[in-house]
């Protein structure tokens, strides 16, 4: 068949012409399905198209084939994951329909195909972000299998199939291997499902992952099914194996610790089977990489393990070995057996019961346990339905109503019995009574006389029985003994009782009860309550009331008469009159007292292990606030005891309280009322770092369980957001934040609470203005310019571990305290971003300061496309302007700033007059041209602070490139932009020199000053060619000359440059026409004296002589230069006219030159 396939529409038309559920199509059918096995590839097309035929249908051989076909393509087929994944998405809706199919196969089969299709779409959904509809189904159908899993009553084969799909859903809704590159395509889980996700709610599929896991697990230790334990166990080692980290710690937690408490009462080998299979997972496991690390902890286990198992096995063999002990000590009447006889089958029968009845009889039942006796009655009475066993005990009624009067003494006439009483058994009836029953019936023609009957064997036991129930009879006894015939009359009599006086019971009194001391009251109150504890179990930690209902039951039943036992047994004395009041106070006293001790003993009990006691601590609470209601109605002096038990029982467990303890929390969740203290109690130990964790859970679980706690306990949590404390602080903010934005109405809470802390921080100094002038003067206490968005000081939100005033300065850990809670939030819910600009407006500066600090994480966290941002940079209201630049300037300290900034920051400045600092982190993304036209504005912010020296000089090395040859590091923002669009060092000095104006003088001097610092970028060689360049300008710059001075005096290389090319280019400008650059020109020539004097002598003679009159010391040094120089004798002398011969103002050349600047 595999090799000669059939045609697939042919056989299935074939099929369907026969006649439906037929053999014959059952047949063709099979070998469809066994040619489709072989060659898969038209399956999709056949399903697509049956699949829709399904819905509705009754059962059939033709459905099942479909659904048996489907499974399969699904789930075991060969055919690729895409086509597997077409299929099960054109088939999830009609599969989902037939989860309600009467037939339970159908529904195991379309659960168990299910398993499968919920993985595929899933994956398929991480990535198409339009199928909600999808999505939609997959959720409702999740909801409906998971619910055959908890639901009672559902087929054991549905249920087994719904707890592996259980599994399969906690192994889709875990996260797997974050790195995309390993991700296992096969293997879908929330690591591939986006954040971002329209309709996948990742955070939220993974808490109901985790809870599905925990619900697994509380089946591993609750459920009595060995098939169920083994469908658990048999999906962990895939769990292991593609979850590796935090989950196979829970697994191997889960199963080292289990134990088979659950499967009490099942064969040892069922037990055993259980046994096994958890011994060969943790074994599996320890042998795997993923559970090396829990080798230790696995082997322990596995030693524990195997001692129970040893135990086991010797139990059972010794349970066989008393068995068949048993069975050879019977009586040698109920051993031996004979041939059937049929002639005398009645009477074997008879004989057999009786020797059953004989060995019953002789059995002592005293050696058998309790517990076991019980369950055998209840047993037999289960085995009987509910009409038998009825027919039972209305006869065992008859029978001994018909026996009372066969006990009479002979000599008793006969009494007709009414028309109602029962016909009695021949064997209770001696012959002559049976005529006294039949004389009513006298005017009817008698029978015909009855043919005797041998009298049959009577059931030894029901005799011992009925006649010990005879004997029990004190009354009638007493009637007997005393002689008289007429109470006998009276009780042949049936069913007619005697009437009762009334006055009599009226007069009826009893004897006073025994007065008991004290210590044995206590005695035997202290005796009662142990036989009721010793009785039943009153707290067992493992018990479960879907397990074992009728334990649990009876435990609230003893947990309840012990509790009343000290609660309401005990009802207050009575009012009276004066003397009597006086004379009891003495015993009321020692009444209460007593009470006391009673209960002081009940918390001792429990409070020796609180966690295993849970339960009765809890009953024992809610009794006494109820006992404490119907008191205080009727006594309104009434003290309560449920405040007082429960401090006590807090403040006992508070010592030994666990922060992994969850028992607390659960005691405190099922209180009646929690008083303002026990609240108060929760609030410190938020406070204490090793037991935070239970007060914070139990606070959380206040307000989300106990709506009338709701707002003391959210109060409480909202006000340790403001701790001064770093760690109460994030945890109590790490608790509320986890409802903001969607769990209402808490969120809500939480962001009013978070904006009114934000607003204490802004100015508040106009309202006290307005405070002592308003009020005086309009006695009104609203001021009139409250549009400003201040709050009044009363109207301010007050916590107890915030100052009432912010006192300037204030604290950066102060402003931490009241930003950190809106801050969490804001990752969470950005539109609270606009909150914080708009108060940052109107805080104090130094609160600013510290603000834009403290904002630094949440605006890393956020990122740079963040939109929200993004907006605000280009909406920021009037007074965020500082934080506006922080944001910017957080954005690109470690990177380049996106294109989408560059462009909205540079709309920025173009539309809003913003400060140039704005232009600072976007400058080196600029072209050459924006560069050139922006960066006057930068250094015009240069004001002889370092700070702002550090921001130019940083511009300057992100917008310079570095000259060749050079031997410093080259600039790291050189990869930053192109090559042409950045600026040489030449055209940057030049630019400063030319922007001289709109810079100002003195921030230009101070960055031509930083240009000269920047040793490794401007060179001797390149300050040459600025001077060159600035020097063919038709205007030259102020600053020129300074530039040359400071240029000459950092590198003494540059004096024969600026002696002869230079300071001749400036002679032919007539330098001296501009006197700020004539000045500075004289100074550069008294500089590089005398290297100067060859170009000072081509002055005209006018210009020399001021020159000399402004520098005299420059005098000597040109007139002894004009007497070395060889020349014209007459141009000698007309310069050594006004050069002069004072020898008094003389200096030697040498001095001259070394004349300081």
């Not at 007060?695 to 106990?706: A, H």
């Amino acid at each position: 068949m595999a090799g000669n396939p059939l045609d697939p529409l042919q056989a299935l038309s074939a099929a369907l012409a026969v006649p439906p559920d037929s053999k014959e199509q059952a047949d063709l059918l099979a070998a469809l399905r066994e040619s489709l096995e072989a060659h898969p590839g038209p399956i999709p097309i056949l399903c697509k198209t049956l699949i829709r035929t399904l819905s509705g249908a009754g059962d059939s051989v033709l459905k099942r084939w479909v659904l048996d076909l489907l499974h399969f393509a699904i789930c075991r087929s060969s055919l690729s994951v895409d086509v597997r994944t077409d299929l099960a998405s054109q088939s999830v809706e009609s599969l989902a329909g037939l989860l309600h199919d009467p037939n339970p196969n159908t529904v195991k089969l379309v659960v168990q195909t299910f398993a499968t299709v919920y993985p595929l779409l899933f994956r398929v959904l991480c990535t198409n972000r339009s199928l909600r509809q999808m999505w939609d189904v997959l959720v409702h159908v999740k909801g409906q299998i998971l619910e055959f899993v908890r639901a009672p009553g559902v087929p054991m084969g549905v249920k087994l199939a719904a707890v592996k799909f259980m599994q399969r859903v906690v192994l889709v809704q875990t996260r797997g291997v974050a790195d995309p590159r390993l991700q296992n395509k096969n293997d879908p889980n929330l690591a591939m499902c986006p954040g971002d996700h329209p309709f996948l709610p990742v955070a939220a599929l993974e808490q109901e992952g985790v809870k599905l896991l925990e619900g697994i697990i509380t089946m591993l230790y609750t459920s009595s099914n060995p098939d169920i334990l083994s469908a658990i166990l048999n999906s962990w080692a895939g769990l292991v194996k593609n979850r590796p980290g935090p989950m196979v710690q829970i697994v191997v937690t889960a199963l080292t610790q289990w134990t088979p408490n659950a499967l009490a009462g099942l064969p040892h080998s069922s037990v055993k089977s259980v046994e096994k299979a958890v011994r060969i997972l943790l074994i599996h496991i320890s042998r795997t990489p993923q559970g090396a690390p829990f080798a230790s902890q696995i082997n322990e286990a596995l030693a524990v393990q195997g001692a129970r198992m040893d135990r086991a096995a010797a139990e059972e063999k010794a349970r066989k070995v008393a068995a068949a002990e048993a069975s050879r000590k019977r009586p040698p009447s109920a051993q031996q057996e004979q041939p059937p006889d049929p002639k005398r089958t009645k009477l074997e029968s008879d004989e057999s019961a009786a020797a059953a009845a004989a060995f019953l009889a002789s059995f002592d039942f005293t050696t058998l346990p309790t517990n076991l006796i019980n369950d055998l009655i209840i047993a037999n009475l289960y085995a009987f339905p509910e009409p038998a066993l009825q027919a039972l005990v209305q006869t065992y009624r008859e029978t001994r109503r018909s026996a009372t009067p066969a006990t009479a003494p002979t000599s008793t006439p006969a009494v007709p019995a009414p028309p109602a009483a029962p016909v009695p058994g021949p064997s209770t009836l001696t012959p002559a009574t049976v005529p006294a029953r039949s004389e009513p019936k006298a005017a009817t023609p008698e029978p015909p006389a009855p043919e005797p009957v041998k009298e049959e064997p009577v059931d030894p036991l029901q005799m011992d029985i009925d006649e010990e129930e005879m004997e029990y009879e004190p009354d009638k006894l007493n009637l007997e003994l005393s002689g008289g015939d007429q109470p006998i009359a009276e009780e042949a009599d049936l069913g007619v009782p005697e009437p009762i006086d009334i006055d009599l019971l009226a007069e009826l009194k009893l004897p006073p009860p025994k007065v008991w001391s004290e210590e044995d009251r206590d005695a035997l109150i202290r005796s009662s309550i142990s036989r009721i504890r010793e009785g039943v179990d009153v707290v067992s930690p493992g018990d479960d009331a879907a397990v074992n209902p009728s334990k649990m039951a009876a435990t609230d039943l003893w947990m309840l008469l012990i509790i009343r036992m000290v609660t309401r047994v005990v009802e207050p004395p009575k009012e009276g009159d004066e003397a009597e009041s006086a004379g009891d106070s003495k015993d009321d006293v020692q009444l209460f007292a007593r009470q006391e001790r009673l209960r002081q003993r009940l918390c001792d009990y429990i409070m020796e292990s609180f966690s295993t006691r849970v339960r009765l601590a809890t009953t024992w609470m809610n009794e006494e606030w109820y006992n404490d209601r119907i008191r205080s109605a009727e006594d309104p002096d009434w003290r309560p005891n449920y405040d007082i038990w429960l401090s006590q029982i807090l403040a006992a467990h508070q010592t030994h309280l666990d922060a992994r303890d969850r028992t607390f929390t659960r005691f405190l969740l099922d209180l009646p009322s929690i008083p303002p203290d026990v609240l108060e109690m929760l609030r410190e130990l938020c406070l204490e770092s090793e037991r935070m964790q239970v007060g914070f859970t139990t606070l959380r679980e206040l307000v989300l369980q106990r709506p009338t706690l709701r707002y003391e306990s959210m109060n409480i949590l909202l006000e340790l957001t403001t701790h001064s404390e770093k760690i109460t602080r994030g945890a109590a903010i790490n608790t509320v934040k986890r409802w903001v934005p969607d769990v209402q109405p808490m969120g809500g809470m939480v962001r009013e609470f978070a904006l009114q802390i934000l607003r204490r921080l802004q100015s508040r100094k106009p309202k006290e203005k307005h405070a002592d002038s308003d009020v005086e003067m309009n006695g009104e206490g609203q001021p009139e310019d409250e549009e400003d968005g201040q709050l009044p000081a009363e109207d301010l939100v007050q916590t107890p571990y915030l100052p009432e005033e912010l006192h300037v300065p204030v604290q950066n850990a102060q402003v931490l305290q009241h930003v950190e809670l809106l801050f969490a939030l804001s990752v969470k819910s950005p539109e609270l971003l606009d909150e914080i600009f708009t108060s940052y407006g109107q805080m104090e500066s130094h609160v600013q300061d510290t603000v834009k600090e403290l904002i630094t994480p949440l605006i890393r966290s956020l990122g740079s496309s963040h939109g929200k941002l993004l907006t605000l940079l280009r909406t920021f209201p009037p007074g965020a302007e500082s934080l506006a630049l922080r944001v910017l300037t957080i954005f690109t300290e470690n990177g380049r700033p996106s294109p989408q900034l560059v462009a909205l920051v540079k709309g920025l400045i173009t539309e809003r007059d913003l400060d140039a600092r704005f232009l600072i982190p976007i400058i080196a993304e600029m072209d050459k041209a924006d560069i050139v036209r922006h960066l006057p504005r930068i250094v015009s912010i240069l004001n002889g602070n370092v700070e702002e020296k550090n921001l130019v000089r940083s511009v300057f090395s992100a917008i310079v490139t570095t000259p060749p040859e050079t031997f410093g590091t080259v600039t790291s923002n050189l990869p930053r932009v192109r090559q042409s669009e950045l600026l040489t060092p030449a055209e940057l000095m030049v630019l400063l020199h030319s922007s001289e104006k709109e810079i100002g003088l003195k921030a230009a001097i101070e960055a031509i000053g930083i240009c000269f610092s920047m040793t490794d970028v401007f060179r001797s060689e390149i300050l040459a060619v600025v001077m060159q360049q600035i020097v063919d300008q038709p205007v030259l710059p102020t600053l020129f000359l300074r530039t040359v001075i400071q240029a000459v005096t950092t590198y003494k290389s540059l004096v024969g440059f600026v002696s002869t090319t230079l300071l001749s280019r400036l002679i032919t400008k007539k330098i001296w026409t501009n006197p700020p650059l004539w000045e500075g020109f004289i100074r550069c020539a008294k500089i590089i004296a005398p290297s100067s004097f060859g170009a000072l002598l081509q002055l005209p003679k006018d210009q020399l002589r001021d020159l000399v009159e402004k520098q005299p010391s420059l005098k000597a040094g040109l007139r002894e230069y004009v007497m070395k120089k060889a020349g014209n004798k007459a141009q000698k002398a007309g310069y050594l006219d006004f050069l002069g011969d004072d020898t008094a103002t003389t200096q030697p050349p040498q001095a001259v030159a070394a004349a300081p600047a």
